[in-house]
């Protein structure tokens, strides 16, 4: 099955030990992926200076070269959360990797900000390396055997799921579902998943409580090496939480955490053979791009009653969670009930 993949990764570093192991991270990410890493160090004179900045560079790229791995290396001015935001956007990446601590240079007092900050308006995927975890230094960064996927069953915790699902296959890693809520539909939902991403022998779980304590316990007690979850979503029966979870989980858990862009996505994030709904002119739109780059772009509405469909990367279709309708990559029904085709969308170029 095609893969979306990482093709173009950001890391930020700022030379310091604990950097030193997100981008050992990003390297090995890169180097499974067969992706590109752009290595991003932020600098702000008096304090942090260019200088610095440029020599922290200079290995990470010698590192790079060493492990086959193709790595441009830019300083930029500024504040770090800022300066890998921008970076990432003008470079078109993917993924952006930072550790849980770290990127600050010698200024220690933006501890914990970047990560924070990036999660919150990251342009892409983000991955955040636990630097100061107890199991630090257990296995090499990257390098995940268990992954934790969280999912509600929304139409965006699925393509997170994928996302997830691709990862583990590329680095060689098992997979385990969790859902938090009820129990019944837990199953359900996690069936389904199972189901849509091809793995019907996957492992899965289903917990009560509050969604970010509770996967962030469960990661804790079984051991897994990286936790996944979508940038909205994991509402579980509490729906008010929505927004929180993935930051509360990326403090909580002693794993690493990679928080999936499935929501406030742009139709310029979409990679060739990828769908996802998106916001334009201030409407919901499901566009997927061509191999060839073409975008077919229709309304997200369900033509049957209205719910919002979500893109299937396993078919290739937008699927309608509410009534089972289904419409293939141009928005054309091939399930009912509904009966008409998704309103085509003008995509001005
Ligand atoms: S609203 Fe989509 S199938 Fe009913």
Redesign the pocket.
Known sequence: MWKVGYRKIVVGTDGSETSAIAEQAALNLARAFGAELVLLSAYEPPEVSREWAEQALARGVAAAGDRGVKATAEARAGEPAEAIMAAAEDHGADLIVVGNRGMGGARRFVLGGVPDRVSHYSPCDLLIVKTTSPDAGARPPGAYERILIATDGSPTADQAARRGADLAETVGGRITLVYVGDAAMGQIVLNHTAERLGQGDIATRVLQGDPSDRISALARDEGYDLVLVGNRGMAGARRYLLSAVPNKVSHEAHADVLIAKTVGRSITDLRPGEGAVVLLDGKQVAAYREETGEVHAVSAR?T????TVGWNDGAKTWD?P????RYDHTGKVIQG??ERDLAPHQVSS
């Not at 049957?304 to 719910?307: A, F, I, S």
């Not at 509410?322 to 309708?325: A, E, F, K």
């Open positions: 369900c049957h009653l209205g719910c309608c509410c009534h089972g309708s009930p509904a």
